[in-house]
């Protein structure tokens, strides 16, 4: 999944040791840009990946993510990993939509202008 939005927060860095080595985890948030603006709190996995990201607070970034629920004695936890964050240009241009064809200008009135009526007579009557 992906999302756009203004970095919001930068949480504490997390760091620990387990059988495999060392290990750090940063978490951020963000906002939407939108007219009814969502949060999403996120986390990145691996000093490697945290430094390539390089989030700063105040940013407008592009998360692409994977969730995932574990269960744990009981209760139930789900995690937001990014696997991907790029940095958007607040100065570009958002995508270009293609422009339609212009259309031909259409009358007001669809139908052909009537003549002016002849002078009637008084016997105009068919029979």
Do not use: C
Not at 5 to 34: N, P
């Amino acid at each position: 999944m992906e999302l756009q939005g203004k970095v919001i927060a930068v949480l504490e860095k997390r760091q620990g040791e387990s059988a495999r080595g060392s290990w750090e985890i940063q978490e951020y948030v963000i906002e939407t840009v939108d007219a009814y603006p969502r949060k999403l709190h996120f986390s990145v996995f691996g000093a490697d990946r945290i430094a390539r990201f390089n989030i700063q607070m105040g940013q407008l970034v592009n998360v692409s993510f994977d969730i995932n629920a574990r269960e744990y004695n009981g209760r139930w936890y789900t995690d937001v990993r990014a696997f991907d964050v790029r940095q958007v240009d607040p100065n570009a241009q958002g995508p270009v939509v293609p422009q339609a064809a212009p259309q031909p200008a259409v009358e007001a009135n669809p139908f052909p202008p009537q003549e002016p009526a002849a002078a009637e007579s008084e016997d105009d009557l068919p029979f």
